[in-house]
């Protein structure tokens, strides 16, 4: 047999399944072989990864680009997604326009500058983004949308969007019952937190003076906050059977929720959280680098994450990256209340789930492998991507699990002027990323220009 590439002696890491050795054969991009022996294998490249793991590419369904900085910009700085193993991202946007005039402009800018594969999750704010729900997810290939509960009631007055909805249970509930017209395959990703209890407590904070750090902003939105808001989307859904994929989850007592119903996750539903609040605390020397929406909060809740993720009850993970800079952070004031929400994180994602997940915690390396690339293939309608199987696109973050390095913004090669892991030790680093085959990373090291990514589409 005649391939492209030949990647050999490998220990391969199959999602759920085990690790074992294997050698994969590569052929325009896919992978149409795993093989136990390769005497028949012609190869025009041949990579020799003895001694390292094969992990599917990690999918980062969860980012925020072109928030504070140019989209394009953002795009060029995937690199950094690529050098720690992520070779395909969700970027979440939300516009107060017609999808059907925006999207083709964004997928452009896309195909113009990313340097790993990308699709949209597009932000439903309003009746016209509803009316043409059909036609953009037909016309684009999007099948991914998402629900903002932290903006309910204020698209209108605070965000002047005209024809704003209410983001209201109503209209949970209606959405859902549109996306099931349409297709099954349709998510609805939920940010789920009390805005109620959240702007009350906000409110008193700032009259009392509130000003010590992340502890401050712990208690703008505490974990019944979260907890409330997930139980209330999580019985909707259960009652429309809709398909819903709960994003950074922070709160020990949203585990208990999901601990203590598990009907209510049938089917339908997928819960993701994110390395900082699995790895950060309120107490946490970072401060307010890290302030973001939802909050971090105390050890006990990151360890309650951890346990979500070994019973089975977390089924993701994502960055929530938000790229930009010190001074665009702390541009209004380095107070609890004026410090910009979000942070870059991406480029750590898969060192610090082997790092604090696999050598620390004891999860199997098959486990995170799940959680960081084929349950978020699943959920975000990617069946090319996130597996290591025959026909899939050949992704993979190769990776020297004694790799250790100290987190900073140059080992990632990132634009960032921060990442709130500065100064982690992360063991677990990809020594080749690959890209439907392509090496897009050597030792650490970008090999590509931007602009190689492609969008990817979905069906339904």
């Known amino acids: 047999m005649k391939v492209d590439l030949l990647i050999k002696n490998g220990s391969v890491v199959f999602p759920k399944v085990g690790v074992r050795k294997v050698h994969i054969g590569v052929q325009n991009g896919k992978i149409v072989g795993l093989f136990d022996a390769i005497d028949q294998i012609h190869a025009s490249e041949v990579i020799d990864v003895s001694g390292l793991h094969v992990f599917p590419g990690v999918i980062d369904a969860h980012q925020h680009l072109g928030i504070y900085n140019s989209i394009e910009e953002d795009f060029i700085d995937t690199k950094q997604h690529a050098v720690g193993g992520i070779t395909t991202v969700v970027n979440y946007d939300r516009q107060p326009v017609s999808y059907l005039e925006f999207f083709p402009k964004a997928q452009e800018i896309g195909e113009k500058y990313s340097y790993v594969d990308f699709t949209y999750s597009l932000g439903i704010l309003t009746e016209q983004h509803i009316d043409e729900l059909e036609e953009t997810v037909k016309r684009f290939g999007l099948t991914s949308f998402k629900f903002f509960r932290n903006y309910e009631r204020q698209l209108n ?82 009652i429309v059977g809709g398909n819903v994929f709960i994003v950074h989850l922070t709160s020990g007592a949203s585990v208990d929720v999901l601990e203590k119903m598990p009907w209510l996750l049938e089917k339908g539903v997928k819960v993701e959280t994110c390395p900082h609040y699995l790895a950060l605390t309120e107490e946490s020397p970072v401060g307010l680098k890290a302030k973001v929406g939802p909050p971090i909060h105390g050890k006990i809740d990151s360890d309650r994450l951890w346990d979500g993720i070994k019973k089975g009850l977390i089924n993701a993970i994502g960055t929530d990256h938000v790229p930009n800079s010190l001074s665009t952070k702390f541009g209004k004031g380095e107070g609890v209340f004026d410090a910009q929400f979000g942070f870059p994180s991406a480029g750590a994602l898969l060192p610090m789930m082997i790092t604090e997940g696999y050598i620390k915690r004891g999860i199997p390396l098959e486990r995170i492998a799940d959680i960081t690339s084929y349950q978020v293939a699943e959920s975000f309608n990617l069946p090319q991507k996130g597996r290591i199987e025959v026909g899939a696109d050949a992704d993979f973050a190769i990776v020297d699990l004694n790799n250790k390095k100290t987190i900073s913004p140059s080992v990632l090669h990132a634009n960032s002027d921060y990442t709130v892991f500065d100064g982690f030790e992360a063991n677990g680093w990809p020594v080749y990323t690959l890209s439907r085959g392509e090496v897009i990373v050597k030792d650490g090291v970008p090999t590509k220009e931007s602009g190689r990514g492609k969008f990817v589409t979905r069906t339904i």
């Open 157 to 238: 007055e605070k965000f002047k969007i005209a024809n704003g909805i209410n983001l209201s249970s109503y209209d949970l509930m209606r959405l859902l019952e549109k996306f099931n017209s349409i297709s099954p395959k349709l998510l609805l990703a939920m940010h789920c937190e009390n805005m109620d209890i959240n702007r009350g407590l906000t409110q008193k904070l700032k009259a009392e003076g509130a000003n010590d750090g992340l502890k401050s902003w712990s208690l703008t939105s505490p974990g019944f906050a979260e907890a409330e808001s997930l139980l209330s989307t999580l019985y909707i859904n259960h």
